[in-house]
């Protein structure tokens, strides 16, 4: 059997080998190809294999004892539960839209709207890294209304590129349902098209944040071009800055619409100075400073779709 290294690139979703010169803090070890596969059938494309990397700096990888582990492809898939409160979701979102351009256009005033929509733009962003930074930081599975997402965020940074495999419905449904009972009442007691338009800026970024995040994990070959340059324009959150967020010390670059306000949050300590108000307020630890290098770690993926690249390349 033979043994390669290898490290997990968090903007690719092939699993790249390296030379013993890689650092060895990103070195990790995994058995070919061939030595994957359990069994002798025709290869499932969507079959994902999870291998953990090495528990400590020390070991060998011949000192490994390795565990795979099967994620089931129906997590990842949308059903049509997901599928109906994203069409909430974005039904609520044209209401507002329409009710602002309406408004605007027998207004002739089209100045507010349009910085309003800019002014939700640049504060979804905001809005994203604060709640990111919360359900990332704070509470569990068992915690009421916020379970689910924080879970599912916790999860995130141990199998990253799950976020890449998610269908569209499946990874915005609980943005969605959120959206969808927040933007309603504004759809049917509302007019004003400047509340409209920021409204629509700022809970429609929110909603998608999660396939700009998505976007964001990406590798930069599958992406659409248009979504690329919106990317390196800053306009979308960058596949470089949010791969920061994913690496030690784990606790910054949250933002995730634009990723505008990354730099002033984490050089200005803005999220660690609320960390010390709750801990001294409350006495309650962010996971931040106790669980990044252990849960939080990044696990090596593959795919028996991403050994057959590795076998051709
Ligand atoms: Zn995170
Ligand atoms: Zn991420």
Not at 264 to 286: C, H, Q, S, W, Y
Request: aromatic letters at 12%; proline letters at 5%.
């Amino acid at each position: 059997m033979a043994v390669l290294q290898q490290r997990w690139d968090p903007l690719s979703r092939t699993t790249r080998f390296h030379t013993f010169a890689c650092r060895p803090r990103r070195i990790f070890a995994a058995v070919t190809p061939t030595t994957r596969t359990t069994t002798t059938s025709r290869p499932d494309r969507n079959l994902v294999v999870v291998e953990p990397r090495l528990p400590s700096s020390s070991s060998t990888p011949s000192s490994v004892a390795r565990r795979k582990t099967e994620i089931d492809p129906s997590e990842l898939e949308s059903t049509w539960a997901h599928r109906a409160w994203v069409t909430a979701g974005c039904t609520t979102l044209f209401v507002s839209l329409g009710k602002a351009l309406l408004g605007s256009f027998q207004s002739h005033i089209w100045v507010e709207p349009s910085l309003a929509a800019l002014l939700g733009y640049f504060l979804a962003d905001l809005g994203s890294g604060v709640y990111h930074w919360g359900i990332d930081n704070y509470g569990g599975a068992e915690t009421p209304f916020f379970g689910g997402q924080i879970a599912a965020f916790q999860g995130h940074h141990r199998f990253p590129w799950t976020i890449t495999r998610r269908q569209f419905a499946n990874n915005l449904h609980a943005l969605a349902r959120a959206v969808a009972f927040s933007v309603l009442p504004l759809d049917l007691w509302n007019a004003d098209p400047v509340v409209h338009a920021f409204a629509c800026a700022f809970a429609g970024c929110i909603m998608f944040s999660q396939q700009f995040h998505a976007w964001a994990h990406d590798n930069k070959t599958r992406l659409p071009r248009a979504v690329v340059a919106l990317q390196d324009a800053g306009v979308l959150v960058s596949r470089a800055q949010h791969a920061a967020h994913h690496r030690a010390p784990y606790s910054n670059n949250y933002c995730i619409v634009s990723g505008a306000w990354n730099r002033f949050l984490d050089e200005n300590k803005v999220l660690e100075a609320m960390e010390m108000v709750i801990f001294f307020r409350f006495g309650t630890r962010p996971r931040s400073w106790s669980e990044p290098g252990s849960s939080w770690a990044e696990e090596i993926q593959t795919s028996r779709a991403d050994t057959e690249h590795l076998q051709a390349s």
